[in-house]
């Protein structure tokens, strides 16, 4: 079974960092794209940050120049690392990834649970 955790989230001041993990677990074969999406209360939820397997990296406008996603391949592991934090960040950040188990040929998005940012002003 093949899952997804994230962890890193937690209370910051305006102007503070924090680095976001989120770690695939199971019997994996291959990870393809990686993404990172937050959903804040009353709004719709939006692609923060994306990457390939390959390294390529896109960003939502606001967060470029902030946010950095990159990832550590032989740990099936993408991290997102923030810095500048401010309140308007504030959301409930979920990864998801595009998986080969190693029983399949069959390629699957796995979604984490979720790790809460909430950013004090």
């Known amino acids: 079974q093949v899952q997804l955790v994230e962890s890193g989230g937690g209370l910051v001041q305006a102007g503070g960092s924090l680095r976001l993990s989120c770690a695939a677990s199971g019997r994996i074969f291959s990870i393809g794209a990686m993404d990172w999406y937050r959903r804040a209360p009353g709004k719709q939820r939006e692609l923060v940050a994306s990457?390939?397997?390959?390294?390529?990296?896109n960003y939502l406008d606001c967060v470029k120049g902030r946010f950095t996603i990159f990832r550590d391949n032989a740990k099936n592991t993408m991290y997102l690392q923030m810095n500048s934090l401010k309140p308007g960040d504030t959301a409930r950040y979920y990864c998801?990834?595009?998986?080969?188990?190693?029983?399949?040929?069959?390629?699957?998005?796995?979604w984490g649970q979720g790790t809460q940012v909430t950013v004090s002003s």
């Open positions: 998801n990834a595009d998986v080969q188990p190693a029983t399949t040929r069959v390629v699957y998005r796995y």
């Open positions: 990457i390939t397997s390959g390294g390529s990296t």
